[in-house]
């Protein structure tokens, strides 16, 4: 079924707010969403997921 499926934004920003990494994908429900962080620097980031009306925001501290 793909009731659960959709499209989604999913932005990285570093702590200067930055966009270091941008794609658009189909998720299913509550997929976990796996990306690499190509030649980023050791930090803080911010995560954004937007699809559709709702918006998810998150941080993390990426180390290589």
Known sequence: SDVYKRQVLI???NADGKVVYSE???VNGTSNVE????NAAAGSYYIMVTG???VSVG????QP
């Open 59 to 62: 941080s993390f501290i990426y």
């Open 52 to 54: 559709g009306d709702e």
């Open 24 to 26: 658009e994908r189909t």
């Open 35 to 38: 990306f690499k962080l190509n």
């Open 11 to 13: 932005q990285v920003f």
